[in-house]
Nanobody
């Protein structure tokens, strides 16, 4: 069972940048599709970005498109989320999630129910 650990959260000013990382315990992390989600108290966990296991396909909702970039380094078992032009509404707890895909594929998943493995989250606060 893969274990995920997020890092890189913190405080940023509006218009600034943060880079989140998701480190996996599995050496076969390259066989997992990965997604990032965020959550604020009282609201449902929201999809932020997804990347296929092969890394050739990514997807973002309109709320973060052209500001956030997801990438992966399978040699290091990590997936990163570069967040630029941050807005106050980007504040929340950010979680990475993984789904086994039986090898390198270009499948991506955008809903929480598709991901059985989750990290503990890292907090992002954007001040205006």
């Amino acid at each position: 069972q893969v274990q995920l650990v997020e890092s890189g959260g913190g405080l940023a000013q509006a218009g600034g940048s943060l880079r989140l990382s998701c480190a996996a315990s599995e050496r076969t992390f390259s066989s997992y599709a990965v997604g990032w989600f965020r959550q604020v108290p009282g609201k449902e966990r929201e999809f932020v970005a997804a990347i296929s296991s092969a890394g050739g396909r990514t997807y973002y909702p309109d709320s973060v498109k052209d500001r956030f970039t997801i990438s992966r380094d399978n040699a290091k078992n990590t997936v990163n989320l570069q967040m630029n032009s941050l807005k106050s509404e980007d504040t929340g707890d950010y979680f990475c999630a993984a789904r086994f895909t039986f090898g390198l594929t270009n499948s991506i998943y955008t809903t929480r129910n598709h991901y059985p493995y989750w990290g503990q989250g890292t907090q992002v606060t954007v001040s205006s």
